[in-house]
């Protein structure tokens, strides 16, 4: 990223190393970098798009294009004459968009969590493969039961890398909701990837759920990426969708 008041691109810099990205990619990224660091704080205003050009040495349609990037990623939300914001990850309308269980009425189903417990191990085949990590790399597994008008309606298996969330078995409470928890670890989430297929359950999951053994549910396999791509979390998830329903959104 450019220091304060100089331009993003240098004339000393080799011609080969922006060969790969367009420069509209390379200013978002820079744009990104200063949101991860928290120079930019969620919910706040940033500088302007023609301040941000002159500080960088890029033309406004460059830096436009940019921001029009960050905004489609649900980075920052431009607001008519009141500037542009970054998204706070801890907001409903961002932290939630990876949840789609619905209840009778529509609204998006949550719950309250029974319990939660977090351990730490090696990762797993399935684990290297949803996360992107080798055999020796560590995973923390946490384990949930969501719950509605006090009834178990869904059974959590969360990993996610150890490197990405340092010390998190540690804690006296963790988020439970990915969003929340990776705004408390400076990681942008970008997009998720959602396998859904319908399974009986075995007798410890009926337990869970309060279901009769073998009885079909919903089992959804999610893997949400960072910004940049990086797989942040894999959650396996069992859910007894007898009074609600998954909302799929096509574009």
Same mark, same amino acid.
């Given at each position: ?61 460059? %830096? ?5 990037? !960050?905004? @489609? +990623?649900?980075? /920052?939300? #431009?607001? =008519? ?44 085949? %399935? ?5 992107? !990590?080798? @055999? +020796?790399?560590? /995973?923390? #597994?946490? =384990? ?108």
């Amino acid at each position: 990223m450019s220091l304060p008041g100089k331009p993003l691109l240098s004339s000393q810099q080799p011609s080969s190393f922006f060969t790969t990205k367009p420069l509209y990619l390379q200013v978002r990224d820079a744009l990104l970098e200063r949101i991860t660091n928290n120079e930019w704080k969620s919910g706040l205003s940033i500088p302007s798009e023609a301040d941000l050009a002159r500080e960088m040495g890029v033309s406004l349609g460059t %830096m436009r294009k940019a921001f029009d990037v !960050l905004a @489609k +990623e649900q980075v /920052v939300t #431009r607001r =008519q004459g009141r500037g542009t914001f970054v998204n706070s990850q801890t907001s409903d309308a961002y932290s939630l968009r990876y949840s789609n269980i619905r209840g009778p009425n529509g609204e998006r189903l949550i719950g309250d969590v029974k319990s939660s417990k977090v351990t730490k191990s090696a990762a797993n085949e %399935m684990e290297c493969e949803r996360l992107s !990590l080798q @055999k +020796e790399d560590k /995973v923390y #597994r946490i =384990q949930r039961v969501r719950l509605t008008d006090g009834t178990p309606f869904m059974l959590e298996e969360v990993s996610v890398p150890e490197w990405l969330f340092p010390g998190l078995e540690k804690r006296v409470s963790i988020p439970n909701c990915v969003g929340n928890l990776a705004q408390e670890y400076s990681i942008v989430l970008g997009t998720a990837a959602e396998r859904i297929s319908v399974a009986s359950v075995s007798q410890d999951v009926a337990q869970t759920l309060m279901v009769a053994p073998g009885s079909p549910v919903a089992v959804l396999d999610r893997v949400v990426q960072a910004i940049d791509s990086r797989p942040v979390e894999w959650r396996m998830a069992w859910c007894n969708l007898a009074k609600n329903y998954y909302l799929a959104c096509i574009a």
